[in-house]
């Protein structure tokens, strides 16, 4: 079982709507969570971090599920601007850990 | 912020030659550095962990003969695609992370790689 599980999509919404993403984790010792975006071709970017208490930043919201290890992200009122792949990233223990990557979730806003 | 130099961006190469990408840490000590490889719409995939002066780890099912890791100094480590096949076609992408610093992984610009 992969570590990190996304729906990979695609999503093609149009401007405006609201779309939601969502991830699961295999282990239960993870205990760092992100979402990158990554444009293509170019290197992921981090997008937000993620934590239980769920988490907002402008039209983003993240949540996280740690008795169903489960992350989702909320994009309200969508951009052009933000169609990219959204890949679910998890850390396990130490800050010093690796990180584990989904294969990403394609979005694509439309005019 | 931290930044990673990564270059080449891009290389095409003939099959059997050697490549070898560089990222550099530009303002800051990246005592450890990741590399990645992710192929089309695939997840990025850990290749190998290098700490500076030490030997690196490598994933399960990668060949540490084929794929050569240096981490001699804090702001350079190198990854070598030795005797590139097609099959090793892929975006390379290094990350480095700083001593102490929180979940803070700067990531370089990625190099595709193209063999033919």
């Known amino acids: 079982r992969k570590e990190v599980e996304q729906d990979p999509g695609p999503f093609n919404v149009p401007e405006g709507a609201t779309v939601a993403f969502n991830c699961t984790y295999s282990?239960?010792?993870?205990?760092?969570f992100f979402w990158y975006r990554q444009d293509c071709r170019k290197e992921p970017k981090l997008l937000m971090s993620?934590?239980?208490s769920g988490n907002e930043d402008g039209r983003f919201t993240a949540q996280l599920n740690r008795a169903s290890q489960y992350i989702s992200l909320l994009i309200r009122d969508s951009k052009l601007s933000d169609s990219a792949t959204y890949l679910c990233?998890?850390?396990?223990?130490?800050?010093?850990?690796?990180?584990?990557f989904g294969r990403g979730t394609q979005l694509t806003v439309w005019p | 912020g931290a930044v990673v130099s990564q270059h080449p961006s891009r290389v095409i190469c003939k099959s059997g030659t050697s490549v070898k990408i560089e990222c550099r840490s530009l303002?800051?000590?990246?005592?450890?550095m990741f590399w990645y490889r992710q192929f089309p719409k695939q997840s990025l995939m850990l290749m190998a962990t290098?700490?500076?002066?030490?030997?690196?780890?490598?994933e399960q099912g990668v060949e540490k003969d084929k794929f050569l890791i240096n981490h001699a100094s804090l702001t350079l480590s190198t990854l070598t695609v030795t005797s590139a096949h097609p099959e090793d076609s892929s975006f390379y992408i290094c990350?480095?992370?700083?001593?102490?610093?929180?979940?803070?992984?700067?990531f370089g610009s990625g190099t595709r790689l193209t063999v033919v």
């Open positions: 282990n239960s010792a993870s205990q760092s």
């Open positions: 290098s700490n500076e002066g030490s030997k690196a780890t490598y």
């Open positions: 990233v998890v850390r396990r223990g130490s800050t010093l850990g690796r990180l584990y």
């Open positions: 993620v934590y239980s």
């Open positions: 303002d800051f000590q990246a005592t450890t």
């Open positions: 990350s480095a992370r700083a001593q102490g610093a929180d979940y803070g992984y700067t």
